[in-house]
């Protein structure tokens, strides 16, 4: 895991604080797995494209227009996986690399250097949980965000740290089974202890399904039975979502459109779909 790449970096773990002025352009970058991931293919399909648009689905953006928004989120990614097959893209001897690149893969230091070069102030959202639940404890997760984190502040960037979006699996009583409770927790502390932004969304997304009921949430389904990944309606869903928490996290400076009516139905748990 990166914790054991990392043992000879020393980083600053204090809360770094950015100061831009009035109307600073904005850039967002996004970091995660399949439910942050632009769904391309079966088993895929993330909140991603309902926050940035896309013109694979017809998505409409949240952001105002000329807003960079880039989502580097991979399908099956780790907190592990993203940097040891090359999708963080970091030189030197801080990581090791396995030099097989997917084509056309967005990487992260990449994208995030550019952004910063041309004078944006710079989000960077970092969601996982789906897959490091399958192979490790949260506290190792915790140990990989820390080293994310810190990375991120080194190249000028500002990491918010996401909450694992809700599977939506019921219980017969139509409460939500979650068993990504313990890593939504690991994120919250490791945002406490770096004193970075927080997006709840895992609270917010079972609240919001709870209020829903299995049909209604079920029809936010990448397929029938697939209650991880999203379609295009709950790509736009859980893409307001987000850019309604960013925004109550960073009131009045984000480059934010507002959907009033979409923001009013999660707001009370009433479909849209």
Same mark, same amino acid.
């Given at each position: 895991?990166?914790?054991?790449? #990392?043992?000879?970096?020393?980083?600053?773990?204090?809360?770094?604080?950015?100061?831009?002025?009035?109307?600073?352009?904005?850039?967002?970058?996004?970091?995660?797995?399949?439910?942050?991931?632009?769904?391309?293919?079966?088993?895929?399909?993330?909140?991603?494209?309902?926050?940035?648009?896309?013109?694979?689905?017809?998505?409409?953006?949240?952001?105002?227009?000329?807003?960079?928004?880039?989502?580097?989120?991979?399908?099956?990614?780790?907190?592990?996986?993203?940097?040891?097959?090359?999708?963080?893209?970091?030189?030197?001897?801080?990581?090791? &690399?396995? &030099?097989?690149?997917?084509?056309?893969?967005?990487?992260?230091?990449?994208?995030?250097?550019?952004?910063?070069?041309?004078? =944006?102030?710079?989000?960077?959202?970092?969601?996982?949980?789906?897959?490091?639940?399958?192979?490790?404890?949260?506290?190792?997760?915790?140990?990989?965000?820390?080293?994310?984190?810190?990375?991120?502040?080194?190249?000028?960037?500002?990491?918010?740290?996401?909450?694992?979006?809700?599977?939506?699996?019921?219980?017969?009583?139509?409460?939500?089974?979650?068993?990504?409770?313990?890593?939504?927790?690991?994120?919250?502390?490791?945002?406490?202890?770096?004193?970075?932004?927080?997006?709840?969304? &895992?609270?917010?997304?079972?609240?919001? #399904?709870?209020?829903?009921?299995?049909?209604?949430? &079920? =029809?936010?389904?990448?397929?029938?039975?697939?209650?991880?990944?999203?379609?295009?309606?709950?790509?736009?869903?859980?893409?307001?979502?987000?850019?309604?928490?960013?925004?109550?996290?960073?009131?009045?400076?984000?480059?934010?459109?507002?959907?009033?009516?979409?923001?009013?139905?999660?707001?009370?748990?009433?479909?849209?779909?």
């Amino acid at each position: 895991m990166l914790r054991q790449l #990392c043992t000879s970096v020393l980083f600053l773990l204090l809360p770094v604080v950015f100061a831009f002025q009035p109307g600073t352009p904005t850039a967002f970058v996004l970091v995660g797995d399949s439910t942050t991931a632009n769904g391309t293919t079966v088993n895929s399909g993330g909140w991603g494209n309902g926050f940035c648009g896309s013109s694979y689905n017809n998505t409409p953006s949240s952001l105002a227009p000329d807003t960079p928004c880039i989502n580097t989120a991979k399908n099956g990614a780790t907190t592990g996986s993203f940097v040891a097959d090359g999708s963080w893209n970091i030189s030197g001897s801080w990581f090791h &690399h396995i &030099h097989e690149f997917t084509p056309n893969l967005p990487l992260l230091v990449a994208n995030i250097q550019e952004q910063v070069a041309a004078g =944006r102030r710079t989000l960077v959202t970092i969601q996982f949980g789906h897959n490091d639940m399958k192979i490790a404890p949260p506290e190792s997760m915790g140990a990989n965000l820390t080293v994310m984190v810190n990375q991120i502040r080194t190249l000028g960037a500002e990491p918010v740290l996401v909450t694992s979006l809700t599977r939506r699996t019921f219980f017969a009583n139509g409460t939500i089974q979650d068993l990504l409770g313990p890593w939504a927790d690991e994120t919250i502390l490791i945002s406490q202890q770096l004193g970075t932004h927080l997006i709840d969304l &895992h609270s917010t997304s079972i609240t919001y #399904c709870t209020k829903l009921g299995p049909d209604a949430s &079920h =029809r936010l389904n990448r397929t029938p039975d697939d209650n991880t990944h999203l379609n295009t309606n709950g790509t736009i869903v859980f893409g307001r979502m987000v850019a309604d928490l960013l925004n109550a996290s960073f009131p009045n400076e984000l480059p934010i459109i507002p959907n009033p009516g979409l923001t009013y139905n999660e707001t009370n748990g009433i479909p849209s779909y």
